[in-house]
């Protein structure tokens, strides 16, 4: 592993602390997914939607973890 990977990886974990999994997630996908995620959120779907759809594309996430980002009542927020 080089330094910058190992650079990459820490500043990553450094701005993970104290997020939630549905956040820790977010800053996983890239730019065409987070751009599509943002937008169904805007448009209001379901959790569950949401779940469903990060889950066929490999991501675990729980329902519940989305519900309570949207919430505002999650980790990330507390620490915010
Ligand atoms: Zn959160």
Same mark, same amino acid.
């Given at each position: ?38 937008? +169904? ?9 949401? +779940?469903? +759809? ?10 519940i973890?989305? +519900? ?13």
């Amino acid at each position: 592993m080089s330094l910058e990977d190992s650079i990459e990886e820490f500043r990553y974990k450094g701005t993970d602390i104290g997020l939630c999994p549905f956040a820790k997630l977010i800053n996983k996908l890239n730019e065409v997914d987070k751009k599509a995620l943002f937008n +169904a959120i805007e448009k209001s779907l379901p959790d569950i939607t949401l +779940a469903n +759809a990060l889950r066929k594309e490999g991501y675990k996430i729980a329902e519940i973890s989305i +519900a309570q980002h949207r919430k505002g009542i999650c980790r990330c927020k507390n620490n915010a």
